[in-house]
């Protein structure tokens, strides 16, 4: 992670250079990045728990896969590889909305980002890359929805930012 590069983007997401990951989260930087939520065939979303050796929101609970896509490589296609990578999963995905957040992450970490929002369906169950998750589960979102609402410290900061964004996608979308 200490050298890997993300891509700093304006507020239209136009790329305007790049800065190693951990400096990003340092400073603030906005940056491109992108969410990927699966469901099921019965509507139930597919969440990660992060792994306890993750730099930031260990053992948070958190959406189906995300990450940063490279400089000059298609956003889509990075979010499809880091999908196969981090949870073995190889399914369609469609894009769904983009949105700019801000947030503090604990440890003196800020995730300023540019954020890519991928929806896919897959029926089985993945095979995960314990470096990256510890656990996942399938639940039903308006089980997840009262459970962010009284637990909110057991998911990420974005997920919770992102859940309300699909939320509101999935009632004017079919998958």
């Known amino acids: 992670m200490s050298k890997q590069k993300v891509v700093l983007v304006d507020r239209k997401d136009n790329a305007i250079g790049t800065i190693e990951k951990i400096e990003a989260h340092v400073t603030g930087s906005l940056h491109r990045a992108f ?10 979303l597919m969440i990660q728990q992060r792994a306890l050796s993750k730099y930031h929101s260990p053992g948070l609970w958190t959406n189906t896969c995300c990450s940063h896509p490279k400089l000059n490589e298609g956003i ?19 894009s769904a909305f983009t949105f700019i957040y801000k947030s503090e992450v604990g440890q003196g ?25 510890c656990d996942w589960k399938f639940v039903k979102m308006e089980l997840l929805r009262d459970d962010i609402d009284n637990h909110p410290d057991n998911y990420t900061e974005w997920f919770k930012i992102a859940f ?11 998958l």
């Open 35 to 44: 969410s990927v939520f699966i469901f099921n065939s019965k509507g139930e």
């Open 109 to 133: 970490l800020i995730e300023h980002e540019f954020d890519h929002v991928f929806v896919g369906t897959y029926d089985e169950a993945p095979l995960i890359n314990t470096d990256e998750v």
């Open 164 to 174: 309300e964004k699909v939320e509101n996608y999935l009632r004017g979308n079919s």
């Open 76 to 94: 889509k296609e990075n979010a499809f590889q880091r999908l196969k990578e981090e949870m073995g999963i190889e399914c369609s995905l469609n």
